[in-house]
């Protein structure tokens, strides 16, 4: 399996485990302390998979958009900055949210992106298969749908190109004509496939009671070290959210718990809850280095 980065190499239960705290926590814990800790994680993390193509440009966008609507929609809050011509007000609560609500909607998404890409196919068959079978090949399809997807959308249309019916050519008219040829044919390899998937499936006896499979996952030591992290500084967190060390409010005022010690060591907590990739694949990368060097 080539593995993306070194945390994609752990065991399936400690990435699925991961990626539930960071994304729930990410959408519970409205702290702007938390969000810009996951919001940093998440983007370092995307770029460590992807590369500059992680730095979402088609997100950028989303976040003045998002913070600009919020004010226009919503007039709540106590701190009244000017009225808008149709006499409701603009209030700095709504700005605020606005804006923490767009950072927490690109956050969000990036996380998923890095979900997508950490939690292939094989690992969540490996993980549902045995209790829910027909939702693991499901969910182990649609994960794989978009790519595949894609990359046949793009052999179609050169093969179209190569008979002459290039979609950059000709009037409106025409090139709508050979994109709906292309979208047809793209539809109907997509069903053709996934009714294929099906029946090999169903053929090799997958999801039948007492049926056996091979897996190439083992839990080592360093999956239960993670493991351990996870659940402590997760449970940490979570305990600590939950005795409102980590509330926060935007309306009617902005207001959020006191400042304690307490508090620092959750924010820390929760920072190293994140950041666990990017430490996993320096230390890797580290030791690489060493052992490099030390060979030299």
Not at 4 to 14: I, L, N, Q, R, T
Not at 90 to 99: A, D, F, V
Not at 184 to 204: G, P, Q, Y
Request: hydrophobic share 50%; aromatic share 12%.
């Amino acid at each position: 399996m080539n593995n993306k980065d070194s945390f994609s190499g752990y065991h399936p239960a400690v990435n699925i485990i991961y990626f539930a705290l960071v994304i729930g926590c990410a959408v519970v814990l409205a702290h702007p302390v938390c969000l810009a800790l996951s919001f940093a994680c998440a983007l370092g993390y995307s770029a460590l998979l992807s590369g500059r193509r992680a730095l979402p440009v088609y997100l950028l966008p989303m976040l003045p958009l998002t913070a600009l609507v919020n004010p226009l929609f919503s007039h709540e809050g106590v701190t009244i900055l000017a009225y808008f011509p149709n006499g409701n007000p603009l209030t700095l609560e709504s700005i605020l949210y606005g804006i923490s609500a767009a950072f927490l909607l690109v956050t969000v998404i990036s996380w998923f992106s890095c979900f997508n890409a950490v939690m292939e196919g094989d690992k969540l068959v490996y993980l549902l298969g045995r209790a829910i079978p027909a939702l693991s090949l499901v969910l182990s399809m649609a994960l794989r749908f978009v790519p595949r997807f894609t990359a046949q959308a793009r052999a179609i249309a050169e093969a179209q190109k190569c008979l002459g019916r290039n979609l950059s050519r000709g009037n409106v008219f025409r090139r709508v004509r050979q994109g709906a040829r292309i979208l047809s044919i793209l539809v109907t390899w997509a069903l053709e496939n996934a009714v294929d998937t099906a029946d090999s499936m169903k053929s090799r006896g997958y999801g039948l009671p007492g049926r056996s499979s091979f897996s190439i996952y083992r839990i080592e030591r360093r999956d239960k070290l993670a493991l351990a992290f996870l659940l402590l500084c997760g449970g940490l967190v979570i305990g600590g959210a939950a005795a409102g060390q980590l509330e926060f409010h935007f309306y009617p005022r902005v207001t959020g718990a006191p400042f304690q010690l307490w508090q620092a060591v959750l924010f820390i907590l929760y920072f190293a809850l994140c950041a666990l990739p990017l430490w996993a694949h320096g230390r890797e990368a580290l030791q690489w280095k060493r052992a490099s060097n030390a060979k030299a």
